[in-house]
């Protein structure tokens, strides 16, 4: 079977929920969600486990990415997940190992969600075959979240040159993610960006890239940690962004949301992000789809720290469950 044929099949095999995770309407602006990340549920929202939060086991090779998401099922009670393309960089096109995974995930009964795509170049380069081949290089991932059944797949907007102006750059990545963003379609995957560093992660910037791109299967994935703009010398954020208007701005275009934690206090809460603060944000903008545990911290074993933050976030969930399933 031809690559391409491979991959749509994925369509015919996971049958009608495939198609309803995946539609979206292609009138629509960008901040028009699909129905896998406005799932209509009892729940305000649908606990995800991210990859990441098991970077420590999987680096080491305690853990084999195939394994992701029997683990994330039977050890965490989490029945959707997000994968990192480091941790399966070079089976992006390995069929027999894509229908492995899969397999594996619907045995489980797990949802996988979306692919979170790093190291692939850069796609606000100012080299414009530098980026058309950054842009080329996540064709693969599209193919592959398609197979697996993911809404979407999760990428980087940075243009790492300083020695240009803030417009030239949002400029760039509106480029390069409109080109992507215009081959994902075709497969109806969506291409979400994170704020992960640099200009990315200024609130404001990244919003107004999304509205230039200007593509109903392009939106952010709001992530609540990730806004550092500049690092220091020593390796501490020199210059960062206010978390909770970088949130607000990113929402109205969210398909994904991490809730990133790193440390927590004795009442089980993270020490310096406010969730129900956040939380309340994210469910003001309408959303109602998939909240990725992201843990990340270094001050407890990861499967503790996945099991404190999903407390956490069904903590808050059952708090603001009778106010916000009335709206």
């Known amino acids: 079977?031809?690559?391409?044929?491979?991959?749509?099949?994925?369509?015919?095999?996971?049958?009608?929920?495939?198609?309803?995770?995946?539609?979206?309407?292609?009138?629509?602006?960008?901040?028009?969600?699909?129905?896998?990340?406005?799932?209509?549920?009892?729940?305000?929202?649908?606990?995800?486990?991210?990859?990441?939060?098991?970077?420590?086991?999987?680096?080491?090779?305690?853990?084999?990415?195939?394994?992701?998401?029997?683990?994330?099922?039977?050890?965490?009670?989490?029945?959707?997940?997000?994968?990192?393309?480091?941790?399966?960089?070079?089976?992006?096109?390995?069929?027999?190992?894509?229908?492995?995974?899969?397999?594996?995930?619907?045995?489980?009964?797990?949802?996988?969600?979306?692919?979170?795509?790093d190291g692939?170049?850069?796609?606000?380069?100012?080299?414009?075959?530098?980026?058309?081949?950054?842009?080329?290089?996540?064709?693969?991932?599209?193919?592959?979240?398609?197979?697996?059944?993911?809404?979407s797949i999760r990428v980087n907007a940075l243009v790492n040159d300083e020695a240009e102006p803030f417009a030239k750059q949002l400029e760039l990545s509106a480029v390069g993610l409109r080109m992507l963003t215009d081959f994902a379609a075709e497969y109806e995957v969506n291409v979400i960006v994170e704020n992960h560093g640099s200009w990315s992660s200024h609130g404001a910037w990244l919003a107004a890239v999304i509205e230039k791109v200007d593509h109903p299967r392009c939106g952010t994935l709001p992530d609540f940690g990730n806004f550092c703009i500049q690092s220091g010398t020593d390796g501490a954020c020199a210059e960062s962004y206010d978390n909770y208007k970088g949130v607000a701005e990113l929402m109205p275009y969210a398909k994904a949301v991490s809730a990133k934690s790193r440390r927590f206090d004795d009442d089980g809460k993270e020490s310096d992000i406010d969730f129900e603060r956040l939380m309340r944000i994210v469910l003001d903008a309408g959303y109602r789809g998939y909240v990725g545990v992201e843990y990340e911290g270094d001050d407890r074993p990861e499967a503790e720290g996945i099991r404190a933050t999903k407390a956490l976030l069904e903590r808050v969930r059952e708090k603001l469950q009778p106010e916000y399933s009335k709206t």
């Open 120 to 151: 692939l170049g850069n796609l606000g380069s100012a080299d414009e075959s530098a980026r058309q081949e950054a842009v080329e290089n996540h064709y693969e991932w599209v193919e592959a979240a398609k197979y697996l059944g993911c809404h």
């Open 1 to 117: 079977m031809h690559r391409r044929d491979f991959l749509l099949s994925g369509v015919g095999l996971l049958g009608t929920t495939v198609a309803a995770c995946t539609s979206a309407d292609s009138k629509s602006g960008p901040s028009k969600r699909s129905a896998t990340e406005q799932r209509s549920s009892d729940a305000l929202f649908t606990i995800s486990l991210a990859q990441w939060s098991l970077h420590r086991a999987l680096q080491s090779g305690k853990m084999d990415n195939l394994d992701f998401a029997t683990r994330s099922r039977r050890e965490f009670g989490i029945e959707a997940v997000e994968y990192v393309s480091r941790f399966f960089a070079d089976k992006a096109s390995d069929e027999g190992y894509l229908s492995e995974m899969k397999s594996r995930a619907d045995g489980e009964g797990v949802q996988s969600v979306l692919i979170m795509c």
